[in-house]
């Protein structure tokens, strides 16, 4: 028997297999599911009918790749890294991003590449730490101001290289997911060699920079705020009252780029083209880097990676003239992005877009869609498309808070309890705004077009703002929850989402054809 989503299949087992091991395992349990996965792997090719089924064998063979995968990544990635930490270490490394502060603004913190360690080539990814002002003890540590340190630049001092959040393993499997777990900060001067590196990366990060800075300067620091972390998802400018209001209002999603970011642009640009006649292969392709260049934009997180992934098998299935399958591209992104780093599956923001996406696809759509043809056969009316709208919306909220209840608890300590009012108050304006001052900020030298667009992104951005700020206010708009509920609200969902596919069941349409699906 031949599986209608074998990717679907491969993606959920792995995410699975490495969000328990990631989170939860040692190396000792990886070596010891790895044996069991392949046992059991080789026992269900040997019977002929868990080989006939394929499910099972795959299922295994999953695991099993899952668990090879992490323990090569930890062998030759990871403990290579770890083992340069040390005191008095001469450290070289090549900055990769712009200054990032910390909550108190005490410090600065620049994402870096080693390039040698006591004068030997080193290679690996580090968090630089360097205090946003000079030490009352001693002489200040930069020959300039720590701000002025750009990608590319080359820095060379004398410190200590240490384990990340060496006694939290939650926090350190989270700067494993992002490529790092070591961290340095200097005890003496700082050697700065500007602009040591020059590539396609280090321009476009000047660029993404040089956009911020025009956001920066063009509104005021909340509208500013605001539209940085729904273009890019920086939420470094949002005011902490802000953030938080964003939290309790359950529409903290908005501020990390992912499929409904990325969807804005394409079908805008696609709709832009076919209007045109003018959708051909080589606009298709224009699309695919414009993918590419959201997904640099946006940082490369976990949520607009799996985005990006599953937007790039769609537009390339316009280009074979094909229909991709969502819940097989779902799963195909998820294997991309655990392939790239294991440790992807014990990421907040992946996980949260990755369950939030598969709710949609299997439950949200199809009910919305029932509802809304019940409703026309009912009422003998048709309804109009903004009410059927509103009622996508209501249940895409609605079983994305359900579907992720659990993870809300362990990353975030609590749930919002108006998430699906306040979603439905802002989702309409989402789009405006980020079309508004996406445009804006490539058009921002034509005096008449940059004006309308300036003022309807900052009109959004306002509405936004006091949305979040008005529900974030209510006593009871957030209830914090212990990490003892994160068991109960597993059930919970799991529930739900068994109940729904059951009263959906052969409602389903037929899987698509790309990626070896018919």
């Not at 730490?129 to 003890?137: A, D, E, G, H, Q």
């Not at 890019?232 to 999603?253: C, I, V, W």
């Not at 074979?320 to 799963?331: Q, T």
Request: contains cysteine; proline residues 4%.
């Amino acid at each position: 028997m031949k599986m209608k989503r074998p990717l679907a299949v491969v993606g959920l087992s792995m995410l699975a297999t490495l969000f328990v091991l990631c989170g939860f395992g040692s190396i000792k349990a990886d070596f010891f599911v790895l044996f069991g996965a392949l046992l059991c792997f080789l026992l269900s090719l040997i019977f002929k009918r868990l080989r006939q089924g394929a499910l099972l064998p795959t299922v295994f063979g999953s695991v099993a790749f899952s668990c090879l995968l992490l323990l090569l990544f930890e062998f030759f990635v990871f403990l290579p890294v770890e083992s340069l930490g040390g005191d008095n270490r001469r450290i070289t490394a090549v900055v990769r991003e712009y200054a990032y502060e910390n909550s108190s603004a005490s410090r600065l913190y620049f994402a870096a590449d080693l390039t040698e360690v006591d004068g030997e080539k080193a290679k690996g990814r580090v968090r630089l730490s360097f205090p946003n002002k000079p030490w009352k003890r001693n002489t200040p540590l930069l020959p300039e101001d720590t701000r002025l340190l750009e990608p590319g630049d080359k820095v060379t001092f004398t410190g200590n290289i240490y384990k990340i959040a060496a006694g939290n393993d939650s926090i350190h499997n989270h700067f494993k997911s992002n490529g790092i777990c070591l961290g340095a900060y200097p005890l003496q001067s700082v050697t700065v060699k500007k602009g040591a590196v020059k590539n396609l990366y280090t321009v476009l990060m000047k660029e993404r920079k040089r956009a911020l800075n025009q956001i920066l300067n063009a509104y005021d620091i909340d509208a500013a705020s605001v539209i940085i972390s729904v273009l890019m998802g920086d939420k470094q400018y949002l005011s902490p009252e802000l953030y938080n209001a964003f939290g309790r209002s359950g529409t903290a999603h908005l501020l990390a780029v992912s499929g409904l970011h990325l969807s804005v642009w394409i079908i805008f640009l696609i709709d832009f083209f076919r209007k045109r006649n003018a959708l051909s292969k080589k606009n298709i392709l224009i699309l695919i880097l414009f993918v590419f260049l959201i997904m640099f934009f946006a940082s490369f997180s976990g949520s607009v990676k799996r985005a990006g992934m599953m937007m790039l098998i769609y537009l390339l299935a316009e280009f074979f003239g094909e229909r991709a399958d969502s819940l097989n591209s779902l799963g195909f992104s998820a294997v991309c992005v655990l392939c790239l780093n294991p440790y992807s599956a014990v990421n907040a923001s992946f996980l949260l877009s990755f369950v939030a996406t598969l709710a949609i696809i299997m439950i949200a759509i199809p009910v919305s869609d029932a509802v809304n043809s019940k409703l026309d056969v009912m009422t003998q009316f048709r309804f109009p498309k903004f009410f059927k709208s509103a009622v996508v919306c209501f249940f895409i909220s609605l079983f994305v808070n359900i579907s992720t209840l659990p993870f809300q608890i362990r990353y975030f300590s609590g749930v919002s309890t108006l998430g699906i009012a306040a979603n439905l108050l802002l989702l309409p304006v989402t789009a405006p705004l980020i079309l508004s001052s996406g445009l804006y900020v490539m058009y921002y030298f034509i005096p008449g077009a940059s004006r309308l667009l300036f003022l309807l992104s900052k009109f959004c951005s306002f509405y936004c703002e006091k949305t979040v700020m008005f529900i974030g206010s209510f006593r009871y708009a957030y209830i914090e929850l212990e990490e003892k509920f994160v068991l109960p609200a597993a059930f919970l969902s799991a529930g739900v989402f068994a109940l729904s596919l059951s009263i959906l069941n052969g409602r389903k349409k037929k899987p698509a054809g790309l990626l070896g699906l018919k």
